[in-house]
């Protein structure tokens, strides 16, 4: 499996305190057949604003950790970006493995025009990633099968899969993907969060198949870890 949305950068942001904690979540992640994993610390004005540098020298550091105790997985440096118009001084800081790849998080219940910072972000050159579609109550199932048309790309949260979001959540989220509108699915792990994401790979095997299930926690993601080109 490819996690592309995941909190486990040591003293970035509310998921992992320290390097122990960020081993933890990598072994757990191993042990349900995860090979990659992107790590999205939050960038979150007046909330998250830890500094680039820092974030990379631990990320640096976690890769040489995963090295020295030999765990067999792939680490790529990513951000989850929360919406605010001063994003877009510095995008460059928030993309995905180094690529015009951008994963961008709303307000829950606030719809800050989304269409518009999606129209936006495609014009200055980015691939769009809307974090956890599932959580957003001013998007309607309508609504995000028309950003679906605008080629963006949809990742749902494992733990919607699995109920924990409310059963309301769940049927939407399943609904979604049953149309075709969803991409990814996804751990948004945290350390004190349960990874979800080898019990909701068997609830979508079950319900959707094989091809569906690899597409949504594999195959799907390998353009992001992929280096583009130029």
Same mark, same amino acid.
């Given at each position: 499996?490819?996690? /592309? ?6 003293? &970035? ?16 992640? *191993?042990? &349900?057949? &995860? $090979?990659?994993?992107?790590?999205? =610390? ?15 020298? %631990?990320? #640096? ?9 030999? @765990? ?11 919406? +605010? ?5 510095? @995008? ?16 829950? $219940? /606030?719809? =800050? ?14 691939? &769009? ?16 099968? #028309? ?6 790309? *949809?990742?749902? %949260? ?26 990814? /699915? ?13 019990? !909701?790979? +068997? ?17 799907? !993601? ?9």
């Amino acid at each position: 499996m490819i996690d /592309i949305h995941s909190h486990v950068i040591f003293d &970035v942001d509310d998921g992992a305190c320290d390097i122990g904690q960020s081993i933890k979540i990598i072994e757990e992640m *191993i042990s &349900v057949g &995860v $090979t990659d994993l992107i790590c999205t =610390p939050h960038y979150r004005l007046k909330m998250f604003e830890t500094d680039y540098e820092k974030i990379k020298t %631990n990320f #640096n550091a976690l890769c040489d950790k995963v090295l020295e105790l030999n @765990l067999n997985i792939n680490l790529y440096l990513g951000r989850e970006v929360y919406f +605010n118009k001063s994003i877009y001084n510095n @995008l460059e800081l928030f993309t995905m493995n180094n690529n015009k790849i951008i994963l961008i998080e709303f307000s829950y $219940t /606030i719809n =800050p025009d989304v269409e518009e910072v999606l129209y936006n972000l495609k014009r200055l050159g980015y691939i &769009v990633i809307i974090a956890h579609v599932e959580r957003y109550v001013f998007l309607s199932f309508d609504d995000i099968v #028309n950003l679906k048309s605008k080629n963006v790309y *949809i990742q749902i %949260n494992a733990s919607t899969i699995v109920g924990r979001g409310g059963r309301k959540e769940k049927k939407r989220a399943l609904k979604l993907i049953k149309a075709g509108v969803v991409d990814f /699915i996804a751990s948004d792990i945290h350390y004190n969060r349960t990874n979800y994401l080898n019990q !909701a790979y +068997n609830i979508i095997y079950k319900k959707f198949g094989q091809e569906i299930s690899d597409r949504l926690f594999n195959e799907n !993601a390998k353009f992001i870890i992929n280096k583009q080109e130029e």
